[in-house]
């Protein structure tokens, strides 16, 4: 039974077709590949040593100046957040002035302890945003109401309900206010 299923495969097999003969060029023709300089093995260790060094320097350097960076900027944070929780005192001091009394000794002190307070927020670099009848700009202002006024031009600030306040170029709190037209 093998002899027969050996001469089927025989005879499905494809019918081998004759090659044509390849011309091959002598040895002493055919052109010679440039032989590359061997590399020293401890020339190369050196290398790849000088590049990681390289690079460690490189990231330490890179890690120093972003530290140094999130150090000032941590530094502003705190100050802009120390001076935001602030901001409410400031805000109830301004309604105390406001407010009528016939004590006038009363009515100094608030005003001392508010020239004190508005004095130490300028020594942070605290200035307030200023609003009426300046253009509305969302960047600063946040709208709470809206009046028509033919007095006032477009966009502008009629009334201040809140001071907004900045620190440099961040805005501390925004000012909230009532805007014409």
């Known amino acids: 039974m093998a002899k027969k299923e050996t001469e089927e495969v025989k005879k499905k097999a494809p019918e081998e077709t004759p090659q044509e003969a390849v011309e091959e060029t002598p040895k002493e023709q055919a052109p010679e590949e440039p032989e590359l300089p061997q590399a020293d093995p401890w020339e190369e260790k050196y290398n790849s040593e000088h590049d990681a060094r390289l690079r460690l320097a490189a990231e330490y350097d890179n890690f120093r100046k972003r530290t140094t960076k999130e150090k000032e900027q941590s530094y502003g944070n705190g100050k802009a957040d120390a001076v935001t929780k602030m901001l409410p005192v400031y805000d109830n001091l301004e309604r105390a002035l406001s407010t009528p009394t016939s004590d006038e000794a009363y009515r100094k002190g608030v005003e001392m302890t508010m020239t004190q307070f508005l004095e130490a927020l300028r020594a942070l670099g605290v200035t307030p945003i200023e ?49 014409a037209n």
């Open 131 to 179: 609003a009426v009848g300046q253009k509305f700009d969302p960047n600063e202002h946040n709208a709470v109401m809206h009046i028509e006024d033919e007095s006032l031009g477009k966009n502008v600030v009629a009334q201040v309900f809140q001071s907004g306040y900045r620190r440099g170029d961040r805005i501390l709190r925004h000012a909230m206010v009532q805007q």
